[in-house]
């Protein structure tokens, strides 16, 4: 799936395990923002939670699970 610049922020801050509230906060963006990219994240992705996500985009190359989190 093609993920724009900012949606791949969000799931690499996905995948360090912050919440809606911290991913904000790092992005300096609303709550409501930072949800509507996590909802495209997972509508990219085929998934239906964080979980989900997160399988799918190591198993796609896009996140490193064998890299520490942050």
């Known amino acids: 799936p093609r993920l724009s610049d900012r949606e791949r922020q969000v799931l690499d801050l996905l995948a360090e395990g912050l919440g809606v509230a911290a991913i904000a906060g790092k992005l300096y963006i609303s709550e409501s923002t930072a949800k509507t990219h996590i909802a495209k994240v997972y509508e990219k992705l085929g998934a239906a939670n964080r979980a989900q ?15 520490p989190p942050h």
Do not use: H, N, Q
């Open 53 to 67: 996500a997160l399988v799918s985009a190591m198993r796609m190359g896009l996140i490193d699970a064998s890299a």
